[in-house]
């Protein structure tokens, strides 16, 4: 059997084969277009603007339903289908809360956005068999990764 380390992307070439091969996207604490300007919401735009499909999982914002222009789920395991990967926008404390909504729906890896790194829920994750990226920006390792 692997090691669940083995899940846990750093290398370069790691990520780039999970990237290159990720087609859908929950984002885990997505912002609405009234925040613009933050991270939570403009990484997940560059995302769906270059082909990606975004399914929003906000954490706040109960009032909204749709998100760049897609339907918004409340919790991870609740968005039907596969899921390539969770962006999860989320402060590090914040983290471990959502590992067992993670863990029922078990996409194919969680991407901890640049920042955020919680090495108890990234092993938690990877014991699972799904893959982790910690503490990198989806936007700028897309951008140099696949789209460059």
Do not use: W
């Given at each position: 059997m692997a090691d669940w380390r083995d899940n846990i992307l750093e290398d370069e070439a790691a990520i780039r084969a999970l990237l290159r091969?990720?087609?859908?996207?929950?984002?885990?604490?997505?912002?609405?277009?009234?925040?613009?300007?933050q991270a939570a919401f403009y990484v997940p735009k560059y995302l769906a603007d270059v082909g990606v499909e975004i399914v929003p999982v906000p954490v706040y914002y109960p009032e909204v339903?749709?998100?760049l222009g897609r339907r918004v789920y409340r919790k991870v395991a609740d968005v039907p289908g596969e899921l390539d990967l969770v962006d999860v926008f989320r402060r590090p404390k914040d983290v471990p809360p959502h590992v067992d909504d993670l863990l029922e729906?078990?996409?194919?890896?969680?991407w901890l956005q640049l920042g955020i790194r919680n090495d108890a829920a990234a092993e938690r994750l990877a014991r699972a068999g799904i893959q982790v990226v910690q503490d990198r920006c989806l936007m700028v390792d897309w951008r140099r990764l696949v789209a460059g």
């Open positions: 091969s990720t087609r859908r996207v929950a984002v885990l604490g997505i912002k609405t277009e009234a925040q613009a300007s339903r749709e998100i729906k078990r996409p194919r890896a969680v």
